[in-house]
């Protein structure tokens, strides 16, 4: 019995970790308890497009036929067209456009799992994608701490 259970381990083992099509390692922003992270690297890594819109101060996400335009400050972001409220806004941080990950994501029709410091976006189609969180600055009003230093707040989606 022995002999069959470790190769049957080690093959969910593989098939687990050949599922993750790209590890990306990414600083992010925690505001107000939302994990904001850089549209760019994290999004084209799901396979989508992202674009920069100067005369509207906001990020333009598509995936297949998902368009997700979120604006730098405000709550109100446009998915598909259609006005949707966020919880926390995108902010421009050393001039990279951080956006709320799990409503970008799910916006696209991805899922989101948080995993500790590691985040695993599984997209509807194509590899997932395993986000490694570097470091993580607090930008909320609650706790103007670095990532981990207390301040009473943490992310309700990640724990942390």
């Given at each position: 019995m022995r002999t069959?259970?470790?190769?049957a381990l080690l093959a969910l083992t593989l098939m687990a970790t050949a599922a993750v099509g790209e590890e990306v390692s990414v600083d992010c922003v925690l505001h107000s308890q939302h994990l904001l992270v850089p549209a760019r690297p994290v999004f084209e890594s799901l396979g989508a497009i992202v674009e920069w819109l100067p005369e509207h101060h906001a990020v333009k996400v598509?995936?297949?036929?998902?368009?997700a335009v979120v604006s730098v400050d405000?709550?109100?972001a446009f998915v598909n067209d259609k006005?949707?409220?966020m919880k926390a806004?995108?902010?421009?941080?050393?001039?990279?456009v951080m956006v709320p990950l799990r409503f970008v994501a799910e916006a696209?029709?991805?899922?989101?799992?948080y995993q500790g410091d590691r985040v695993l976006l599984m997209p509807a189609t194509g590899p997932e994608v395993l986000l490694v969180i570097a470091s993580c600055v607090v930008v909320s009003p609650r706790a103007r701490t670095a990532f981990g230093g207390g301040g009473g707040g943490g992310c309700s989606s990640c724990g942390r």
């Open positions: 069959l259970l470790f190769p598509t995936s297949g036929d998902s368009v405000k709550t109100q006005p949707v409220e806004p995108a902010v421009n941080r050393n001039e990279r696209l029709g991805a899922q989101v799992d």
